[in-house]
């Protein structure tokens, strides 16, 4: 009999494959890091609930919560069955505050050291396995006080996880007992409008990418993940972006596409090569991109400013201007990017969130097919995911919408987490959603199952 997590993975594998993504090999692997084994959010053949509740008045498919010491946005990531979470733990703690836009706030500014910290708990019964401090330093750099000094995903490939926290430079690969293996220190650079960090670290093949676009000196790298060498280093412009960087094979080649300020660029992941440039937009990018049919679609916004949503084709060669005259950019659809939450690509369409609307756009032309605001008018950070059928849209204070994927709006229903703050992209583990919020790691999971 085929296991729970060996169809997992199968079924993601297939998908990745027909995505053009890289994800990792190891078969314990269910959730190697931000946005999943595809690393766009397409969750296609597993099976977590579409409806769960967990408020005074009802509680429905959440199978255990925990505490979690300490702050971060980063998401789950799962090996077999133990779930690994990191976090920034200070003394003098405090939640992060909602999202309130780029106007009237102080950053927060390091004051005393924090333990930056990994723990690992049990899928099943949300047991803790085990907690590391990996470092105990005072952050280098403020934040905003939405962020946390522990915001960037970790990955994984089944035999190590990899850490970067930006707010003290550290990169860090642990065996799954949480023994260091290997360290390095990056410098950690001031962030546009002390807004902190945010861009996780992804994996191609035997290459670790650990990216920091700041206002000081930008570039990404690439390490041996056995060893820690460093394999490549490139120079990017200075100013500062939050997106992660997505891993991307097409033709025989393995791109590393990473959204920066004013421009994305792809690097071939054996050497660092630069393969392709688009330039002239706007902006750095919080949200990350999606891949459909061989092209790559990104898109960006800003308080105040609505920029473009823009494909362009991964077979793309040279440095170009993001102009739909130019025959390496797919298409440009104007004023139609979004903010924080990284859009999914299903069957031809886009979904995507900015701020709390709702839209859905033609993957060939870019074109939007509808928009509508969702019920509650909290921002969407974490971003959107699907099962195949459905899109999922969770917002700031634990409200989830389900969407029905087609041309046509629908919204099937909406979820509630009451009484957190929620910012982090969940992670699927098979027949399990785990969501990470300001307080608590919840396990949703259809009653009885597991």
């Known amino acids: 009999m085929i296991s729970r997590l060996s169809r997992t993975l199968a079924v993601a594998s297939v998908f990745a494959a027909a995505a053009g993504t890289t994800l990792a090999q190891n078969a314990d692997v269910v959730w190697p890091g931000f946005r999943g084994p595809s690393g766009d959010g397409r969750l296609h053949g597993l099976s977590h609930p579409d409806s769960w509740s967990l408020t005074s008045e009802e509680q429905r498919n959440v199978a255990w919560s925990v505490e979690i010491a300490g702050n971060s946005w980063s998401s789950p990531v799962v090996i077999g069955d133990t779930v690994y979470v990191v976090s920034a733990v200070t003394p003098d703690m405090e939640r992060p505050d909602p999202f309130r836009g780029a106007g ?13 910290q990994m723990r690992a708990f049990d899928l099943a019964t949300g047991d803790e396995r085990w ?18 000094w522990a915001t960037e995903t970790p990955v994984t490939d089944g035999e190590r996880i990899y850490a970067h ?7 860090v690969a642990v065996d799954l007992e949480g023994n260091v293996i290997w360290r390095t220190d990056l410098p950690a650079y001031k962030q546009g409008a002390n807004f902190g960090t945010g861009a996780s670290v992804a994996l191609a093949g035997d290459r670790l990418i650990v990216h920091s676009d700041n206002q000081e000196d930008s570039f990404v790298v690439a390490f041996d993940t056995e060893t820690g060498d460093e394999k490549w280093r490139q120079d990017r412009p200075e100013g500062s972006s939050w997106a992660t960087p997505l891993v991307a094979e097409h033709e025989g080649v393995t ?3 990473v959204p920066g300020p004013g421009h994305v660029t792809a690097y071939n992941a054996t050497d660092g090569e630069m393969l392709w440039k688009g330039t002239g937009i706007g902006g750095g990018f919080s949200a990350s991109p999606s891949i459909e049919d061989g092209v790559v679609i990104f898109g960006n916004s800003g308080p105040g400013r609505r920029g473009p949503l823009i494909g362009v084709n991964l077979s793309a060669r040279g440095e170009f201007a993001l102009d ?21 690509v299903l069957d031809g369409i886009i979904y995507a969130v900015r ?45 989830t919408f389900v969407v029905k994927a087609g041309r046509e709006y629908e919204l099937l229903g909406t979820n509630e987490i009451e009484g957190d703050l929620f910012s982090a992209t969940p ?9 990470r919020g300001a307080d608590k790691l919840y396990c949703v999971r259809a009653e009885g199952a597991g």
């Open 104 to 116: 009237g706030w102080v950053a927060g500014r390091p004051s005393a050291d924090a333990e930056f």
């Open 131 to 148: 907690s590391k401090t990996l470092e105990t330093e005072v952050p280098k750099q403020p934040t905003h006080p939405s962020n946390t």
């Open 165 to 171: 926290f930006g707010a003290i430079g550290l990169v």
């Open 255 to 257: 791109q590393v596409i």
């Open 324 to 344: 739909p005259k130019d025959e390496r950019v797919a298409w440009v659809a104007n004023s139609q990017g979004f903010t924080f939450a990284s859009p999914v």
């Open 355 to 399: 701020g709390s609307f709702f839209g859905a756009h033609d993957a060939e032309t870019g074109k939007r097919i509808y928009q509508k605001r969702l019920p509650d008018q909290s921002e969407v950070v974490a971003s959107l995911w699907t099962d195949g059928e459905r899109i999922f849209a969770m917002n700031e204070v634990g409200l």
């Open 427 to 435: 992670s699927a583990a098979d027949d399990s959603l785990l969501i």
